[in-house]
Structure formats: C-alpha cells, structure tokens
C-alpha cells in the first residue's frame, strides 16, 4: 500500500482569482511585499496496490480523471509506501 500526496495547481498562464483575492487582503494587512499568490489544492490518500508501478498509474488517472481540470490546472504527486 502507498501514500499518494498530490499537489493540484492552476496553470501559470491562468489568472487565479482566489490567489489575487487573498493577495489583496496581505496588501490590506499591510503586508506590502507580497507578491504572485497562486492557491492550490493538496490531497493525500492511500492506494492500495501491490507494486510502485500500479500505484503511480492509479493516482495519475484519478488526478487526470477526476481531482485536476485538464484545461487549467497541473498536478504532481508523491508515494511513499506505507508499511
């Protein structure tokens, strides 16, 4: 079994409204120095594979088919196998 931990971002060439929102506020707080806020999204869960191979498969076409939107956003992912 595995430990998939997926970081989900929009793509650069994207504007990200949420980033730019929350990049605001840090100005309103006077946080001044603030600059390119993008947000994201992190997901872990548990594949439940017999080999590294199977597992790495399994968690690309769960991102591509249901946790990232193809057209905007990227996404990497880690496994760390679980004893």
């Known amino acids: 079994m595995y430990k998939a931990k997926v970081l989900i971002k929009r793509r650069a060439s ?3 409204p949420q980033g ?4 605001i506020g840090a100005k ?3 946080l001044k120095n603030i600059k390119n806020t993008r947000i994201g999204k992190y997901i872990e869960f ?3 594979t017999e080999n590294k191979s199977m597992a790495e ?3 690309n076409n769960y991102c591509k088919k249901l946790l990232a939107n193809p057209i905007m956003e990227d996404f990497e ?3 760390d196998e679980i004893k």
Not at 20 to 23: R, T
């Open 14 to 16: 994207i504007l990200d």
């Open 20 to 23: 730019k929102a929350v990049e």
């Open 46 to 48: 548990d594949v439940n």
């Open 28 to 30: 309103n707080l006077g």
């Open 77 to 79: 992912f880690t496994l």
């Open 57 to 59: 498969e399994e968690v």
